[in-house]
């Protein structure tokens, strides 16, 4: 996979907007962005992708950057339910587009 | 649809026994993945199947680990024999395709004793 490097943890305060970057410096041309999140006990759960353009869906906001090179994962209003660990992940083409994770971004949301 | 079923939800076994766990994916998916989550590690992929077939169980972490699609609609891990160091969560995914989402079951907390 694209190596991915994301902070280890962050705070947010409940309501506030909480924005988790992602850095994939190596990411090739037909590799996707991939978010997960994993709510402690419960097994990873899928948030969004995208490739180029910027997505949004129920859950989140996706904004990569022009030269592709890192990512923003935007929950708009965060809740003390979003408290998870965040994932960032870019599987490889090469490699089957097998999900590899990392150590993610452990949110904290407090009220 | 259900979702991925994993099963059992808990396993204890005593080390030297062989722990067979069990996996359901989601019907028309067509790949499936094993993970392995502990605290040291964090999630580590053990093998991958795409069709029923293993593409890569170079994360299997010794001969003791094997896994096995038969059809579409089942998988096993199977440890044999078990070690205390072999505690952990287990997870399978599926997938429907590729750059689609995975959907991942509650997963297995295994211990061994």
């Known amino acids: ?111 | 649809d259900a979702g991925v079923i994993q099963s059992p939800r808990h396993e204890v076994t005593e080390m030297g026994q062989e722990v067979t766990l069990r996996c359901k994916p989601i019907s028309g998916h067509n790949s499936l993945f094993w993970y392995r989550q502990t605290m040291m590690r964090g999630l580590e992929l053990l093998i991958y199947f795409n069709n029923n077939v293993p593409i890569d169980d170079s994360g299997m972490p010794e001969d003791r680990f094997s896994a096995k699609m038969p059809n579409a609609s089942f998988s096993t891990l199977k440890i044999q024999p078990s070690e205390p160091r072999d505690s952990a969560v287990y997870f399978c995914a599926s997938t429907m395709t590729v750059n689609t989402e995975a959907f991942f079951g509650q997963g297995t907390r295994l211990t061994v004793v």
């Open chain 1, 1 to 111: 996979d694209a190596k991915t490097t994301q902070p280890p943890s962050m705070d947010c305060a409940e309501g506030r907007a909480a924005n988790l970057p992602c850095n994939h410096s190596t990411i090739s041309g037909n590799e996707y962005v991939y978010w997960y999140r994993q709510i402690h006990s419960q097994g990873p759960q899928y948030i969004i992708h995208g490739l180029k353009n910027n997505e949004t869906n129920e859950m989140a906001s996706l904004i990569i950057t022009e030269d592709r090179k890192s990512s923003t994962l935007i929950l708009p209003h965060a809740t003390l339910r979003d408290t998870a660990v965040y994932y960032c992940i870019v599987p490889s083409y090469n490699a089957g587009n097998m999900l590899t994770f990392g150590g993610g971004t452990r949110l904290m949301v407090k009220p």
